[in-house]
């Protein structure tokens, strides 16, 4: 298939190759290029219908990724996994042919290793393995079915984290949760001062609990009366884990327990509140992982039509998402670039008119900035614009429509 970018000057101006054929090498949203089947070929690597689990060894240098390519021809439930090296600490991303988002995890293969399941329509995928914190990383990486045997033992091995039962000793948070108080009960102690908290709710309202400092990287565990898990997060929001009650909890004194996977000595910031819906969606949109409604309710800057090619500067907060909104007047590629003014590392995702997630991407290339090329339909897309890192930072956006050659 030959693209056109519609308003080029010649007619012979051809975009080659921004759509990858997905029977040879996925897109990924661009990372696919870098990636490698994971059995050698396309056929060689579907998961599916393998008799073992798919095994290979990679390394990336700072800020790099290892990119493992495979394939399914059934629904098939899936398990995808990496065992760093010592002294390395693995995150794995998971992202689909066109570039759509499915899963990421960094510690759940146990230590510092990552692990992840999750069911799998046919079609080819990309298995992406980082450092955490963008350091170098190498790792065993093993991708095949859940009944396939693992390469990790999966959940947390983590010594800190122990069943908080009754006789547990812990610290009593001040204050109760109950529906409409507007309560907030708050603890700041590294873990090796307290780890363990209890709380009392009145059972009229859902809750939230978070676990803040990235430095420490807390999990938090949540149990009842009896000692039983009812509840556990790492990683909610980067390094920070938050845990939604959504449904109010009988009404009893629970136990928080926390653990830190990084940095023992640094406090952890607990918080434990009513649950709001309209804040949980705000963090959605604020990290790019669902797209805002177009009521105003949330900044979106309207670009109007795109007829040929835009271009826009914009200045982008870090840990908030800046949101776009742009109308395709026919069938073809919407190509999106984000490229860093100043030293940040931009991720673009974008969204169609009914909200799903069609194209991400975080690198291109051997560059922090990133490039987005996805085959869409006419009407209404969204994009987010995000920042990796603790700092803002400016940005240079071009967008530009290409339509199939007749």
């Not at 350091?135 to 990486?141: K, Y």
């Not at 969204?351 to 209404?380: E, I």
């Amino acid at each position: 298939m030959s693209l056109i970018r519609m308003g080029a000057i010649s007619a012979g101006v051809l975009l080659a190759g921004a759509v990858p054929s997905l029977a040879q090498t996925p897109s990924c949203g661009g990372s696919g290029a870098n990636g490698v089947w994971i059995g050698g070929s396309m056929s060689g690597s579907d998961v599916s219908t393998a008799s073992f689990a798919f095994d290979t060894f990679g390394s990336a240098a700072n800020n790099g990724e290892i990119v493992t390519l495979f394939s399914l021809t059934s629904p098939t439930e899936v398990r995808v996994e990496a065992s760093p090296s010592a002294g390395m600490d693995t995150v794995i991303d998971l992202i689909s042919s066109n570039g759509s988002f499915i899963i990421s995890d960094d510690d759940g293969g146990g230590g510092l290793a990552s692990r992840a399941e999750v069911m799998l329509q046919p079609g080819s995928y990309c298995l992406l393995t980082r450092g955490l914190g963008g350091d170098a990383v190498a790792a065993d990486i093993r991708v095949g079915r859940t009944d396939h045997e693992p390469l990790t033992s999966g959940g947390f091995v983590d010594a800190g984290a122990e069943t908080c039962t009754i006789d547990t000793p812990a610290t009593m948070l001040n204050g109760s949760i109950s529906a409409g108080s507007g309560a907030r009960l708050m603890a700041s102690n590294p873990v090796s001062v307290e780890g363990n908290y209890r709380f009392f709710t009145d059972g009229s309202a859902p809750i939230t609990i978070t676990a803040s400092n990235e430095n420490a990287d807390p999990v938090v565990y949540v149990y009842d009366e009896l000692g039983n898990l009812i509840a556990e997060n790492d990683d909610f929001d980067g390094l920070n884990s938050r845990i939604d009650l959504d449904t109010p909890p009988s009404a009893g004194t629970y136990c928080i327990s926390l653990s830190a996977l990084s940095d023992e000595t640094a406090p952890i910031d607990l918080a434990v509140y009513e649950f709001d819906e309209g804040e949980f969606l705000t963090g959605l949109y604020d990290r790019g992982e669902s797209a805002p409604p177009m009521d105003g309710s949330y900044p979106v800057t309207v670009l109007g039509l795109l007829e040929n090619r835009m271009r826009q500067d914009i200045r982008v907060q870090a840990g908030k998402a800046s949101w776009f909104a742009i109308n395709m007047p026919e069938n073809g590629v919407i190509l999106i670039e984000a490229i860093a003014v100043a030293d940040v590392d931009p991720t673009i995702t974008l969204f169609d008119d009914l909200g799903r997630q069609v194209g991400f991407n975080d690198d291109n290339g051997d560059t922090l900035d990133s490039l987005l090329a996805v085959r869409v339909n006419p009407g209404l897309h969204m994009f987010a614009v995000n920042l990796l890192g603790e700092s803002g930072g400016a940005i240079r956006l071009a967008m530009e429509r290409y339509v199939r050659v007749p």
